[in-house]
């Protein structure tokens, strides 16, 4: 089953804007974290952020949770044509520690 | 370092054939994870490994799927008869934890990608 949902599904913006990716989640959690999938490759960790924390950074990723409310966020700063993706949320839940359950899914277009 | 590696790339077959899938983990990480990713169910969880031993096979989908990690370096992921609806992409990952050790990420394979005619 899947925990995680992104909004949106799609999004297309220019090269240089921010673009902004939602995930929502149900249960409790240990950890929320992000992947990267470029086409026709696998899934590439980009970010954890521990149920403890409220927002982390990395290079030009900025990543929020707000366990409140069962959200997270994902902020890519001065968007590249290379990060043309899809972006999934992953969490991991309290009580199967070993266990990532993923989103449907962001697919990201970075127009040049 | 060499990341999970994979094979076959790509797999063509029949309807009724004997499909092997494979994996080779990151060497030292503990944990093996098999996935499979349709466009209707997104990427599913099928079994968890934990130091060669099978921990979580709830998400395989029948008997006709079958998986094995004979060793800390090897793992396989079979299905006997393949069907139409086994095409999908599937992948392999593997991480440093374990159990009882959250927060750990996982690495990916490129994944398989299986049609079956």
């Known amino acids: 089953s899947q925990q995680g949902e992104e909004d949106p599904q799609a999004l297309s913006i220019q090269e240089g804007e921010n673009a902004t990716m939602n995930c929502s989640y149900k249960t409790s959690i240990n950890n929320l974290q992000w992947y990267r999938q470029n086409s026709g490759r696998g899934l590439v960790h980009l970010i954890l952020?521990?149920?403890?924390?409220r927002e982390k950074h990395s290079g030009r990723l900025r990543v929020t949770l707000d366990t409140s409310k069962k959200s997270s966020s994902l902020l890519i700063t001065a968007s590249r044509a290379a990060d043309t993706a899809s972006y999934f949320c992953?969490?991991?839940?309290?009580?199967?520690?070993?266990?990532?359950?993923f989103g449907s899914g962001t697919r990201l277009l970075v127009r040049p | 370092d060499a990341g999970v590696i994979q094979s076959p790339r790509h797999e063509v077959t029949e309807m009724g054939q004997e499909v092997t899938l494979r994996c080779k983990p990151i060497?030292?990480?503990?944990?093996l994870f098999w996935y499979r990713q349709t466009m209707m169910r997104g990427l599913e969880l099928l079994i968890y490994f934990n130091n060669n031993v099978p921990i979580d096979d709830s998400g395989m989908p029948e008997d006709r799927f079958s998986a094995k990690m004979p060793n800390a370096s090897f793992s396989t992921l079979k299905i006997q008869p393949s069907e139409p609806r086994d095409s999908a992409v599937y992948f392999c990952a593997s991480s440093p934890g374990d159990r009882s050790y959250s927060n750990q990420p996982q690495h990916f394979g490129d994944g398989t990608r299986l049609s079956i005619l």
């Open positions: 060497s030292g990480h503990n944990s």
């Open positions: 952020i521990r149920s403890n924390e």
């Open positions: 992953a969490t991991e839940p309290m009580d199967s520690s070993y266990k990532l359950i």
